[in-house]
């Protein structure tokens, strides 16, 4: 990007058009040089309701595992109640358990609405990515066979022997 005076003065505007002509010549070469790549990009399918009970069992295993008295840790030793607001959704609403603004029962289903809201938008950006052009290959939950076949497939058929 050269300043408009450039263009002004006769030398500084042959330097300009030699940088532009060697920048793209340069950029095609590099281009060539890159090798292609080919993404296998993998999605995890589970029934709806499948998805809400393992958030909600997740869920129960952060708590019982010690992320209130994570979050209570934290704010003993200097950090403010606002900026454990900024650490997560789950420190958010425990933070505010731990300030009395809200009760247990209320922290966990609000905290299962907000991370069932999120799995939503995740399947959403998914299925953006397919309307785009994306090859999503889904596999059916924890189908770990059917991922190991789906990745040896792809390495055999799309990596070049270097």
């Avoid at 300043?3 to 042959?14: A, H, K, Q, S, V």
């Avoid at 095609?28 to 993404?39: S, T």
């Avoid at 300030?99 to 998914?126: H, P």
Wanted: proline content about 1%.
């Amino acid at each position: 990007h050269h300043n408009t005076t450039d263009l002004l003065d006769r030398n500084r505007l042959i330097r300009a058009i030699e940088i532009a002509e060697y920048t793209e010549s340069h950029k095609l070469e590099e281009e060539e040089e890159r090798p292609e790549i080919v993404p296998l990009v993998i999605g995890i399918r589970y029934e709806r309701e499948m998805i809400r009970q393992r958030i909600r069992d997740r869920l129960q295993e952060r708590l019982e595992s010690g992320m209130i008295d994570e979050v209570k840790s934290l704010h003993d030793s200097g950090v403010s109640w606002d900026k454990l607001d900024f650490f997560g959704l789950e420190y958010r609403y425990v933070s505010s358990y731990l300030q009395g603004k809200i009760r247990y029962d209320e922290m966990c289903d609000t905290l299962a609405a907000k991370i069932n809201q999120f799995s939503k938008r995740q399947v959403t950006w998914f299925r953006r990515m397919e309307r785009r052009g994306t090859v999503i290959q889904w596999i059916d939950g924890a189908d770990y066979t059917q991922l190991k076949d789906l990745v040896s497939k792809h390495l055999l058929l799309n990596v070049n022997e270097r």
